[in-house]
């Protein structure tokens, strides 16, 4: 298949946890899953991308050194340090949501996470499920046979179009076990849906699995997708870019409402951090230079009532 059928940003990302991993001086995880899982073809791409955004003077001196452009343009992309605090957050979550008792993970619209072949020995007996699009999850199966390895031994993959199908009817078709505390993750897919998909994903989460299971996803500032708003230039450009690459902002939340939007849903909302509040937890120093998308956020929630198949067991 054409590497770039995958979710670009989905690349973009496995990339720049890959690159913090390896190039940043207090890293806040050890993934370098992308370094191996993303195929020269989309870093080939990549490039190419920046390069016609340069002045003709400047595309000959940066094309030489390709590697180093890369590095360049993912270390100073808007997201970067968002898609860095959200996976730091979502593991630490994890982690304590499997000591209270959490023995599935489930990974919404999981794209290259690498999660589940690295894991940590606290998670030795953690059964992980990956849902994602069908076209992206084959990219990266592909890629993990050519890296040597047997997935299945680690993860049970879930393809499904989830503007297509519900949630709950995609984890029906695997082993996943609606009566067991699960953690759900959903990173860098709710900016993609409209507001009336991520209202039903929220819902639809929350009754997949008992009373007390949870849920870490982030999302962006509503009011940053306004025509019009006097938003960071940076996030302006983010923007742009992920527009151009056929994956454009569609939906936000209101931080102000957030918590009664997934109280209707089932949910008890945690914690809800910004990303300015995500950087000063997690680069307190400033030793990796993070600099905050104050519109990011990642909000942590907790399954507040007996889901269905919980209440008919």
């Given at each position: 298949?054409?590497?770039?059928?995958?979710?670009?940003?989905?690349?973009?990302?496995?990339?720049?946890?890959?690159?913090?991993?390896?190039?940043?001086?207090?890293?806040?995880?050890?993934?370098?899953?992308?370094?191996?899982?993303?195929?020269?073809?989309?870093?080939?791409?990549?490039?190419?991308?920046?390069?016609?955004?340069?002045?003709?003077?400047?595309?000959?001196?940066?094309?030489?050194?390709?590697?180093?452009?890369?590095?360049?343009?993912?270390?100073?992309?808007?997201?970067?340090?968002?898609?860095?605090?959200?996976?730091?957050?979502?593991?630490?979550?994890?982690?304590?949501?499997?000591?209270?008792?959490?023995?599935?993970?489930?990974?919404?619209?999981?794209?290259?996470?690498?999660?589940?072949?690295?894991?940590?020995?606290?998670?030795?007996?953690?059964?992980?499920?990956?849902?994602?699009?069908?076209?992206?999850?084959?990219?990266?199966?592909?890629?993990?046979?050519?890296?040597?390895?047997?997935?299945s031994v680690s993860v049970e993959f879930i393809a499904a179009d989830l503007s297509a199908e519900t949630l709950g009817s995609a984890l029906a078709r695997s082993s996943f076990q609606p009566g067991?505390?699960?953690?759900?993750?959903?990173?860098?897919?709710?900016?993609?849906?409209?507001?009336?998909?991520?209202?039903?994903?929220?819902?639809?989460?929350?009754?997949?699995?008992?009373?007390?299971?949870?849920?870490?996803?982030?999302?962006?500032?509503?009011?940053?997708?306004?025509?019009?708003?006097?938003?960071?230039?940076?996030?302006?450009?983010?923007?742009?870019?992920?527009?151009?690459?056929?994956?454009?902002?569609?939906?936000?939340?209101?931080?102000?409402?957030?918590?009664?939007?997934?109280?209707?849903?089932?949910?008890?909302?945690?914690?809800?951090?910004?990303?300015?509040?995500?950087?000063?937890?997690?680069?307190?120093?400033?030793?990796?230079?993070?600099?905050?998308?104050?519109?990011?956020?990642?909000?942590?929630?907790?399954?507040?009532?007996?889901?269905?198949?919980?209440?008919?067991?």
């Amino acid at each position: 298949m054409n590497p770039l059928d995958a979710s670009r940003t989905a690349l973009a990302t496995s990339l720049m946890r890959a690159l913090h991993s390896r190039h940043d001086p207090a890293p806040l995880l050890d993934d370098h899953w992308g370094d191996r899982l993303v195929p020269d073809t989309v870093r080939t791409a990549l490039c190419q991308r920046v390069l016609d955004g340069m002045p003709p003077t400047a595309r000959a001196e940066a094309a030489a050194a390709p590697a180093e452009l890369l590095a360049q343009s993912l270390r100073s992309n808007a997201a970067y340090a968002d898609v860095i605090t959200r996976a730091r957050y979502a593991e630490d979550a994890l982690k304590a949501a499997v000591e209270r008792g959490a023995t599935q993970y489930v990974i919404i619209g999981a794209g290259f996470d690498s999660f589940a072949y690295r894991r940590p020995i606290w998670a030795a007996e953690l059964n992980v499920y990956e849902i994602d699009h069908p076209a992206t999850q084959e990219m990266k199966r592909q890629r993990l046979a050519a890296c040597g390895v047997d997935a299945s031994v680690s993860v049970e993959f879930i393809a499904a179009d989830l503007s297509a199908e519900t949630l709950g009817s995609a984890l029906a078709r695997s082993s996943f076990q609606p009566g067991r505390w699960t953690f759900f993750s959903w990173l860098g897919v709710t900016m993609y849906l409209t507001r009336e998909a991520n209202l039903s994903a929220l819902a639809a989460i929350a009754s997949s699995a008992p009373e007390g299971s949870e849920l870490v996803f982030n999302y962006v500032d509503q009011d940053t997708l306004h025509p019009g708003a006097l938003v960071a230039e940076a996030f302006s450009q983010l923007k742009s870019a992920v527009s151009s690459a056929g994956e454009a902002f569609l939906s936000g939340f209101d931080p102000a409402e957030v918590r009664e939007q997934l109280q209707a849903a089932g949910l008890l909302l945690l914690e809800d951090l910004n990303g300015d509040q995500a950087v000063a937890r997690y680069d307190v120093s400033g030793l990796n230079g993070l600099r905050s998308a104050a519109a990011a956020h990642i909000a942590h929630a907790r399954v507040a009532r007996p889901s269905p198949a919980r209440m008919s067991a």
